[in-house]
């Protein structure tokens, strides 16, 4: 007997875009899904009740609920998602649970997950791709002499299993080796527990890689055939001037020669398979180091904004190429794109409590203008995402023609003007005389 299987299932993460997406296709398609939530039930419910037909929550600590959640809907079940690094150790939960359908296999989700695991797996099967790195332990003056020692100046240290930029420091001495530690170490514990974080936090140190910064998002599907979208652009905090590593702007497509993104796509096939992923997206971020290139790392997920950029600059539905390598279906991607995309992550020079905010208003009435989520406003904190801090808005531009997204893009930065108040120093404590009391 043969089943409509036509259950499409998201782990923790279901978005009212992603929703979307799946219904144009089906409008497209002629064909009918259902979309299921599997939800930790340890975690307040999702208020997006329009996303989804079937909403299922259980403890997924406990393997038996999970089992249990599931039995109801296992012959309808056509295929199982994650989007977002957090949400990758459940996922790695659910998957015994699901065994008939086309996922990877959960050793292979830890070590492309957890960034010290990561890189022991590219030292043996493609080293030439990937900088020297150690775990960093503690932060004792005899494990940063090791670690000086193993590395070397510069290095970048970061958590092991954070997205976004979070805590991540580049340390050219070992003054600012010991700040960036104590940083680190005060503050991982809660930011691991602000992003739902069940892992064990870990800290890695690694060396830093001097030259431009890309990444790029593939399809895998269950044999490890790779489909490639076009690849994206990155500029960095730290090319802007500012003392932090966010990715401040990211583009797509990219005016790279045919040869080079080969040689890209090329590096980041060998990292896919170097992991053993297979029935999953990645996300690749690479290091062009003159005409070569090196893997900062793989996800096994979509990367973030890269639904909309994709979709506005080349018409991709990368919501369902995802979900397509998985029922599985070969993902579609069309040979040229029709425009250019950016997506701008807008972080204050300075740290402090926000009293100006100049310009933003002003980017709706620009030609590339598409659409903005303002994340912070006056009064909140401007912090560093290598203090664990978010972005005081996300900007998406959109342009057929490249010159004209670039000139927006400047008047962007020109135009805007985030003030944050100075600190305010405590006045110096007066100092009491001591009453010295001579033994008699």
């Not at 419910?45 to 989804?52: G, V």
């Not at 974080?197 to 800290?203: D, F, H, M, T």
């Not at 990367?303 to 909309?308: E, I, K, P, V």
Request: charged share 35%; glycine share 4%.
């Amino acid at each position: 007997m043969v089943k409509n299987k036509n259950i499409i299932v998201f782990v923790m993460n279901l978005l009212p875009s992603m929703g979307e997406d799946v219904r144009l296709y089906e409008k497209q398609s002629g064909k009918n899904y259902r979309l299921m939530l599997l939800w930790d039930s340890k975690y307040k419910r999702p208020t997006d009740k329009d996303c989804y037909d079937i909403l299922v929550e259980c403890d997924m600590s406990k393997p038996h609920k999970i089992a249990e959640a599931l039995k109801p809907y296992q012959d309808d079940l056509l295929a199982i998602t994650c989007r977002g690094d957090d949400n990758v150790s459940r996922f790695s939960k659910v998957i015994p649970h699901v065994p008939y359908l086309r996922t990877p296999t959960t050793e292979s989700l830890t070590w492309s997950t957890d960034k010290y695991e990561m890189r022991k797996r590219f030292k043996l099967f493609a080293p030439k791709f990937t900088p020297v790195f150690t775990r960093v332990l503690e932060n004792s003056k005899k494990e940063r002499e090791r670690v000086i020692g193993k590395v070397g100046f510069p290095m970048v240290v970061k958590p092991t299993n954070l997205g976004g930029s979070l805590l991540v420091a580049i340390c050219y001495h070992e003054e600012e080796l010991d700040k960036t530690l104590r940083t680190i170490f005060r503050k991982i514990k809660k930011a691991y527990k602000g992003d739902k974080r069940v892992e064990e936090p870990k800290i890695i140190a690694e060396e830093y890689m001097e030259g431009d910064m890309y990444s790029i998002d593939s399809y895998v599907n269950s044999r490890g055939d790779v489909y490639h979208c076009p690849l994206v652009r990155v500029i960095t905090g730290k090319n802007i001037g500012h003392d932090d590593f966010y990715n401040h702007r990211q583009t797509t497509p990219t005016a790279l020669k045919k040869t080079s993104i080969e040689k890209a796509e090329s590096a980041a096939e060998e990292a896919i398979h170097a992991l053993g992923l297979r029935s999953t997206s990645t996300h690749t971020e690479l290091m062009r180091v003159d005409d070569d290139w090196k893997i900062i790392e793989v996800g096994p997920r979509l990367g973030g904004f890269r639904d909309t950029l994709h979709s506005l600059s080349c018409d991709i539905n990368h919501t369902m190429n995802d979900i397509a390598v998985r029922i599985p279906r070969k993902p579609v991607i069309p040979k040229k794109c029709k425009g250019f995309a950016t997506v701008i992550k807008w972080f204050s020079e300075k740290e402090g409590k926000i009293v100006e905010m100049k310009g933003v208003k002003k980017i709706e009435d620009l030609e590339s203008f598409y659409s903005i989520k303002i994340n912070k406003k006056i009064g909140d904190r401007a912090v560093f995402a290598r203090n664990a801090g978010r972005s005081i808005f996300n900007l998406f531009l959109y342009n057929q023609d490249r010159s004209k997204l670039l000139a927006d893009i400047r008047r962007v930065e020109k135009m805007v003007k985030i003030k944050v108040a100075d600190r305010k120093r405590k006045p110096a404590a007066k100092k009491v005389a001591k009453k010295v009391v001579k033994k008699k």
